[in-house]
């Protein structure tokens, strides 16, 4: 069992920038891939970037070049490094955990993004 807490969401003016903040609760050095997700309201949660075990990473089209996922196997975290944001970034934030054809989710950290 992996559990996972977020931290980071905060007020942001647009433009702006936020660093979200995943903490595990056991080792993620052997987690297939890690991923932050987001969910606006009356949206399907989506897909913001993801990142396996060998460090490759995806980003969809509407955050490439904005957004970076890191991870440090060490302190058994994973990091949303997000830049330029903008007002359609709001939603809840989540992070997630992909291993051995199991799915586990942190309870999400609110981004606002104020106007």
């Known amino acids: 069992q992996v559990q996972l807490v977020e931290s980071g969401g905060g007020l942001v003016q647009p433009g702006g920038s936020l660093r979200l903040s995943c903490a595990a609760s056991?080792?993620?050095?052997?987690?297939?891939?890690m991923g932050w997700y987001r969910q606006a309201p009356g949206k399907q949660r989506e897909l913001v970037a993801r990142?396996?075990?060998?460090?490759?990473?995806f980003y969809p089209d509407s955050v490439k070049g904005r957004f970076t996922i890191s991870r440090d196997n060490a302190k058994n975290t994973v990091y949303l490094q997000m830049n330029s944001l903008k007002p359609e970034d709001t939603a809840v934030y989540y992070c997630?955990?992909?291993?051995?054809?199991?799915?586990?989710w942190g309870q999400g950290t609110q981004v606002p993004s104020s106007s």
């Open positions: 997630n955990a992909a291993h051995n054809s199991e799915n586990y």
């Open positions: 990142i396996t075990n060998t460090y490759r990473t």
């Open positions: 056991g080792s993620i050095f052997s987690i297939d891939v």
